[in-house]
């Protein structure tokens, strides 16, 4: 009768274990600031120029804004894999203000970039497919735990927050959506 009561209490001590166990693994820094805070300005350089030419654009009061949520950063030999979720608009200078033209938004991606003299270099970029394969080449390109915050909803700031500033303009420039 006695062993009949300690199993639901061991049950249930397992139960907080793991769970302790998953929170304090959920919870792991899996970013390295300073890596992604030196590789960023590239990784956003290379994303701005790759939204422009697919966009095919050379407007010069056009510019693509993007922001960046990192997600992970994993060494990768003398190189670093950058897993991130981007968020673009295409942002036009209309009158007193400004409009955004089209974009996207939360696009895994991870960037694989190395360390040079100058700073980062950027080798190349992955995105996570859309559709029916997108929780599969999330879960392909990221770690488990990166995998799951992209999954759970991992998204950037809106780009509007920053699109004045790309343009030197004022914080409190009007960003309005377009057509």
């Not at 302790?20 to 120029?49: N, S």
């Not at 799951?148 to 960003?175: H, I, N, Q, W, Y």
């Amino acid at each position: 009768m006695g062993n009949v009561k300690r199993w639901p209490v061991l049950a249930g001590v397992g139960v907080v274990v793991a769970a302790a166990g998953w929170w304090i693994v959920d919870e792991m820094p899996t970013v390295d600031d300073a890596v992604a805070r030196e590789a960023l300005p590239p990784i956003d350089e290379h994303l701005r120029a790759w939204t422009t030419a697919a966009a095919h654009s050379d407007d010069p009061d056009v510019r693509w804004v993007c922001t960046q949520k990192v997600i992970e950063t994993r060494p990768d030999g003398d190189r670093v894999k950058i897993g991130l979720v981007a968020s673009c608009d295409e942002v036009a200078k209309e009158g007193g203000g400004l409009v955004t033209r089209s974009g996207f938004r939360r696009q895994a991606m991870v960037y694989r970039v190395e360390r040079t003299p100058g700073g980062f270099r950027v080798l190349d970029r992955k995105f996570a497919e859309d559709g029916a394969g997108y929780s599969r080449s999330v879960k392909e390109m990221f770690s488990w735990v990166g995998a799951r915050r992209v999954l759970d909803g991992a998204s950037p700031d809106d780009p509007k927050s920053v699109s004045a500033a790309a343009f030197g303009l004022p914080e409190s420039t009007p960003v309005r959506t377009g057509r």
